[in-house]
């Protein structure tokens, strides 16, 4: 599964996953050449994270 966008659209497909999985562990992954982007894009994803649980 895919989650792409802004923080609000990852948010909402990752609550989704996780009401419908009950998953107790995510992994993420990214195809991001440039480095400093790449760190962006999972400092984005670990903030969602924290909306979410806590």
Do not use: P, W, Y
């Amino acid at each position: 599964m895919a989650l792409v966008g802004d923080k609000a659209k990852v948010r909402h497909g990752l609550d989704a996953v996780l009401r419908e999985t009950q998953a107790d562990e995510i992994m993420v992954n990214g195809q991001i050449f440039d480095h400093q982007a790449r760190l962006h894009s999972f400092d984005l994803a670990m903030q969602v994270k924290e909306e979410l649980v806590g």
